[in-house]
Structures are given as structure tokens and as C-alpha cells.
């Protein structure tokens, strides 16, 4: 199994980026996904995640109303739409996959992901 990310960048503040995830290996009608997220000198936090079907969603109220997360599983690709960026954003964004049974609508912990991918960093800088 493999995940791959991409589109990170440098962007102003305010600017928007939309980060890709392409799973490999994986039947990806059996996990959900979600996108994780390190700050230098920081804890790596749940940023949003989505079920199986696309159907529910969860966001972490610091990207909450900024960040879409959304999937095509014709692709085997989930995808995060950052949009209003800011400094604190900055960081860098790994998407990961978790069993369809161990979804949870209203939090993320980081160890029920199964599998993770190698990351791409989102640098928010004028």
C-alpha cells in the first residue's frame, strides 16, 4: 500500500492550495481518510477527515470553514481545498487511511490510521 501526496507550496497569506492524496494498494471502499498535519516544534494534529462513501466529514475548528476535504474513489484520490490561508498554517500535511470501523465523525487520533503518506509542505509566507 501507498500513499501519495502532492501539492504543497509556498503561498501568501490568503492564498489557497489544494493538496492531492493517491492511494495505491489499497481498497479504498474499506478506509476512510484524513489529512494530519506538523508544525515544526509541534505535535502533529488531525487537521479533517472523511468516511468511506464521502458522506461525513470532520474539521478541526482551527481550518474549520476554510478547509474542504473531499474524495473520488473512481480515482483512489482524496483531496483537501485550503483556502483563506494563514502563517499558522504552515506545516507539513500527510493524508492517511483508517479501517471503515474505526471512523470517528467527531475527533481523529492518529493512531487508528493504518497507513500514511510522506507528506508535502504548505508554507504560508508573504
Known amino acids: 500500500v501507498q500513499l501519495q501526496a502532492c501539492g504543497g507550496g509556498l503561498v501568501q497569506p490568503a492564498g489557497s492550495l489544494r493538496l492531492s492524496c493517491v492511494a495505491a494498494?489499497?481498497?479504498?471502499?474499506?478506509?476512510?481518510a484524513g489529512w494530519f498535519r506538523q508544525a515544526p516544534g509541534k505535535r502533529r494534529e488531525g487537521v479533517s477527515s472523511?468516511?468511506?462513501?464521502?458522506?461525513?466529514?470532520y474539521y478541526a475548528d482551527s481550518v474549520k470553514g476554510r478547509f474542504t476535504i473531499s474524495r473520488d474513489n473512481s480515482k483512489s484520490t482524496v483531496y483537501l481545498q485550503l483556502n483563506s490561508l494563514k502563517p499558522e498554517d504552515t506545516a507539513v500535511y500527510y493524508c492517511?487511511?483508517?479501517?471503515?470501523?474505526?471512523?470517528?465523525?467527531?475527533?481523529?487520533?492518529?493512531?487508528?490510521?493504518?497507513?500514511w503518506g510522506q507528506g508535502t509542505l504548505v508554507t504560508v509566507s508573504s
Open positions: 494498494g489499497l481498497a479504498v471502499d474499506r478506509y476512510a
Open positions: 472523511i468516511s468511506s462513501t464521502g458522506d461525513s466529514t
Open positions: 492517511a487511511a483508517i479501517p471503515v470501523h474505526k471512523f470517528q465523525v467527531r475527533t481523529m487520533y492518529d493512531d487508528d490510521y493504518d497507513y
